[in-house]
């Protein structure tokens, strides 16, 4: 069974940042996108940032491009989130989510509702 624990979430100003942590258990395929995806109550989810364990790439949304930066300690299989130049509208709850249709599709993108799996979500919010 799949399972997703985020971790480092907090309340910071702007322009300072933060670490998020997923630790990622349970997958029968090491095939696989892992997505961070974030929401305000009330607003659509937005997927900020992921990475294909297949192939080790990360991408972005614009919206965090050149801010935000994914990578994963293989080792512990935990996905880490560091967010540089946190703005008041980054302000969300982060889920860690991942989506295992990458074995089918052959890629992995910015979708929310591609996402099978997600983790408890842990609150970032920033103050100007």
């Known amino acids: 069974q799949v399972h997703l624990v985020e971790s480092g979430g907090g309340s910071v100003q702007a322009g300072g940042s933060l670490r998020l942590s997923c630790a990622a258990s349970?997958?029968?395929?090491?095939?696989?996108?892992i997505n961070w995806v974030r929401q305000v109550p009330g607003k659509e989810r937005e997927a900020v940032a992921g990475?294909?364990?297949?192939?080790?790439?990360?991408y972005y949304a614009s919206s965090v491009k050149g801010r935000f930066t994914v990578s994963r300690d293989n080792a512990k299989n935990t996905l880490i989130l560091q967010m540089n130049g946190l703005k008041p509208e980054d302000t969300a709850i982060y889920y860690c989510?991942?989506?295992?249709?990458?074995?089918?599709?052959?890629?992995?993108?910015?979708?929310?509702?591609?996402?099978?799996?997600w983790g408890q979500g842990t609150q970032v919010s920033v103050s100007s």
């Open positions: 989510a991942a989506d295992t249709d990458y074995k089918i599709r052959g890629y992995c993108r910015l979708r929310p509702e591609d996402n099978a799996y």
């Open positions: 349970g997958f029968t395929d090491n095939r696989y996108c």
């Open positions: 990475v294909s364990t297949a192939s080790g790439t990360p």
